[in-house]
């Protein structure tokens, strides 16, 4: 089931719930309960998962809420609004995706194979720079027909610059005209001409120019991979299961290095200033200059790393499978013995961490099998501990925010020692998410109620942020727009414009066509030949003009008075005169006949036999 990227803008301001005028009907909070934790409703809505879907994973990134169903639909929300930005399809049912990851634009989610970047405000996929460079062919009218179309990147109410022939050379041509694409063929396109000058019309040869962005609908990996994508604007770095790590310029897909790992990655990378940083499962932590590959730093841990490494701007944290949290000095201090990547402290468990450590102020968060426990970063002793299925949520000043997912309790604790300070029970949420730095609470279930907390004394939502967050949307709308129609009304309006803007047909050369085009169709009496055209343009038979030949050259020379005999006049001509000339004509034919054989039997001997295979003639 392919679900089509759309945004439904024009649905969501029905679904808020502003303070001002709180309506709790579909909350996973009561007002009370929030009012104990200290917080406040900020928005509540319900994200368009398809029907007959739900939720499977969920997952907060910078400021996007994804909701991924099993058959890979991932509906996109605003966490700071709860606008629904976008609902695409990412991948084919059934395949295991990993992500998503986020670079400053784009959201990757990493397929069997290939990556694929959308554009995370959006919806739209990724886009390659593109020069395109034509030549307009015919012009009609209004119309005109150009060497450009859709396997050159041209889309539909594309507007595209029209340049004199004769000034296509300079540096920067001033249009003469645009064209706006009506029409779209494999390699023609047509187009409505728009602003043409009224000094210098569009011609036949006129050149067409733009430049233009080319979907990238998927980025393909040279393996499998092994673990989620990472990227920047430019680089995109994935482990794959041949134990090496990929940099490839997703624009292009072009490798740009590549780094062996003893055993195959499944932690995603970390980026941080120049430098990826990088865990596989033979218990390495390495990190390496994201352009030239040079080496950083390596550090070994006693076991495997499956969750992905935590970098600061001093730090790097890395929870290992030995039951052991790590913390790494990620560059080289000045006048300091210490070196990027040397061991600053470990902290062992009594179970192995579970999930990435969560770095707040003085403390790291880190959750293992067994429980919760707040490391001092400092020194890396343990402040506190919360046995059972606690995990962190966010941070407020001197309290922090715990969700337990057993219970399904929100649990309001002291950062100094970890005592519990309230509690609330959310029995309909499925799972808790949280924004650490913009200190957001999310509560939502598997069929897309979400409800969002934050501090009580943080502003209330106006209307001016939703109009902010729809306006860095624009292309969303519009894109929700262009998709409103069903795919059978937007092919009816495609084919009414397209017979609207098809002008006459342009002339067919049937001379290119015909098969004897070379032909002479004149009626007149052809110069210097043999006579082989009448006057009144007929051909004549090959064997009566050569007959009529041999007839004129037996015949004995007359009068001038005579001339009409010559022509074969049969009315003053006699039986005997015609028998005799018969006669002789036919002994005329012979000896031609001998001759042509002689003849023919010298040039064999003169040149080359016909048997010789020689082609030439």
């Not at 034509?134 to 050159?152: F, K, Q």
């Not at 790494?328 to 990027?340: C, G, H, K």
């Not at 000339?581 to 031609?592: F, G």
């Not at 003169?606 to 030439?616: I, K, Q, Y």
Request: with cysteine.
């Amino acid at each position: 089931m392919k679900i089509p990227t759309r945004v439904a803008a024009a649905t969501i301001l029905c679904l808020f719930v502003f303070p001002a005028a709180p309506t709790f009907g579909q909350s996973l909070v009561k007002p009370e309960d929030a009012e104990r934790l200290g917080m406040q409703m900020f928005w509540q809505a319900s994200a368009p998962v398809p029907t007959g879907e739900f939720a499977a994973s969920t997952k907060l990134v910078d400021d996007n809420i994804y909701l991924m169903t099993p058959s890979n639909v991932v509906v996109a929300v605003h966490a700071g609004t709860g606008v629904v930005r976008w609902v695409t399809q990412v991948a084919d049912p059934g395949q295991t995706v990993r992500g998503p990851t986020h670079s400053d634009n784009y959201a990757f989610f990493t397929a069997p194979g290939a990556v694929k970047a959308i554009d995370r405000r959006t919806g739209l996929p990724a886009e390659q720079p593109r020069k395109l460079r034509g030549v307009v062919i015919t012009v009609e009218h209004d119309t005109a027909e150009i060497s450009l179309g859709r396997a050159h990147g041209v889309r539909l109410d594309d507007v595209l610059d029209i340049v004199d022939s004769n000034e296509s050379n300079s540096i920067s041509p001033e249009p003469i005209a645009r064209l706006k694409i009506t029409v779209i063929g494999e390699r023609i396109s047509k187009g409505r001409i728009l602003q043409e000058t009224r000094t210098s019309r569009v011609r036949s040869g006129d050149r067409v120019w733009a430049d233009i962005g080319v979907p990238i609908q998927a980025i393909k990996l040279p393996f499998a991979p092994s673990s989620p994508a990472v990227a920047n604007d430019e680089d995109i770095f994935v482990g794959a299961a041949n134990q090496r790590m990929y940099s490839l310029r997703f624009l292009t897909g072009f490798q740009n290095w590549q780094v062996s790992t003893p055993k195959n990655m499944s932690a995603a990378p970390a980026l941080f200033g120049d430098s990826v940083y990088f865990c596989d499962q033979d218990g390495r932590c390495a990190a390496a200059t994201q352009r030239r590959r040079d080496k950083v730093f390596e550090f070994y841990t006693d076991g495997a790393i499956f969750v992905s490494p935590v970098v600061t701007q001093d730090h790097v944290f890395v929870a290992s499978s030995d039951r052991s949290l790590y913390c790494l000095q990620r560059v080289s201090p000045d006048n300091s013995p210490r070196r990027a990547g040397d061991r600053i402290w470990q902290q062992r468990f009594d179970e192995a961490p579970v999930v990435a450590p969560i770095v707040s102020g003085d403390l790291v968060f880190q959750r293992t099998s067994s429980g919760l426990y707040a490391v001092n970063i400092e020194d890396g002793e343990v402040k506190w501990n919360r046995p059972g299925s606690s995990g962190f949520l966010a941070r407020m000043d001197d309290e922090a925010y715990l969700w337990e997912s057993a219970t399904r309790r929100i649990v309001r604790v002291k950062v100094e020692d970890g005592k519990e300070v309230a509690a609330i029970d959310v029995p309909s949420a499925d799972y808790a998410l949280a924004n650490v730095e913009n200190q957001l609470v999310i509560l939502g279930t598997q069929m897309g109620r979400l409800t969002c907390l934050r501090p009580k004394d943080a502003p209330y939502l106006k209307p001016a942020q939703l109009a902010l967050v729809l306006q860095n949307d624009k292309k969303a709308r519009e894109l929700n727009t262009l998709l409103a129609d069903s795919k059978a009304e937007r092919e009816a309006a495609a084919k009414a414009k397209a017979e609207a803007a098809r002008g006459p047909e342009r002339p067919a050369y049937s001379f290119l066509d015909d098969d004897d085009w070379l032909v002479s169709t004149s009626d007149r009496v052809p110069v210097g030949t043999r006579n082989l055209v009448t006057e009144k343009g007929d051909v004549k038979p090959k064997a009566e003009d050569k007959a009529e030949a041999k007839k004129e050259e037996a015949k004995p020379a007359k009068e001038d008075s005579d001339d009409d005999d010559v022509w074969g006049d049969d009315n003053g001509d006699d039986a005997d005169k015609k028998k005799a000339d018969s006669d002789d004509d036919k002994d005329d034919d012979k000896k031609d006949a001998d001759n042509d054989n002689s003849s023919d039997d010298d040039s064999d001997k003169d040149g080359d036999d016909d048997d010789d295979g020689d082609d030439d003639w």
